[in-house]
């Protein structure tokens, strides 16, 4: 589970550099880079649905606290305003929209991603096929016009 979205976020990155490594030298890499790449996918996939899920959790309890009126005697108003009681729920409704932002950008990312990986896999497909038809091309025992 990602512990933060700075893991998310890191993580993402990773991903996107492997992903452009494995771009920029796709012909010296075998199937199991493709193979790594997606599991990384994958993975950040599970992590943004967990935080999607904590932040559904999150703002669920924000619905439901009561924040308490201001005490009458003078040690609890204190206790009260050095806690900050009366601002705390707005500014926890804030952070929680900003999670939900960077949850839908790396949301984005990862559609980003997974469609990079689909061309790159794409690639793959077609060089491997166009290899295989390049063979049968020149092998006389399947082309007539060559014998």
């Keep these: 589970m990602a512990k933060s979205i700075t893991e998310l976020t890191h993580s993402t990155i990773f991903a996107r550099s492997l992903l452009s490594y494995f771009v920029k030298n796709a012909p010296r890499f075998a199937r199991r880079s493709l193979g790594r790449i997606r599991y990384r996918i994958c993975k950040l996939a599970r992590d943004i649905i967990q935080l999607d899920e904590i932040l ?11 924040i308490p009126p201001e005490p009458p005697e003078q040690a609890g108003r204190s206790l009260y305003e050095r806690l900050e009681i009366s601002g705390m729920r707005s500014q926890l409704v804030r952070r929680t929209t900003d999670l939900k932002k960077n949850i839908a950008g790396s949301q984005r990312y990862l559609d980003v991603l997974r469609e990079r990986a689909h061309v790159v896999s794409e690639g793959k497909v077609s ?3 166009s290899g295989k038809l390049n063979e049968m091309a020149t092998d006389r025992r399947l082309n007539p016009l060559l014998n």
Excluded: F
Aim: glycine share 8%; charged share 35%; no cysteine.
């Design 56 to 66: 559904g959790y999150l703002l669920e309890a924000l619905e439901i606290i009561e």
């Design 127 to 129: 060089e491997r096929t």
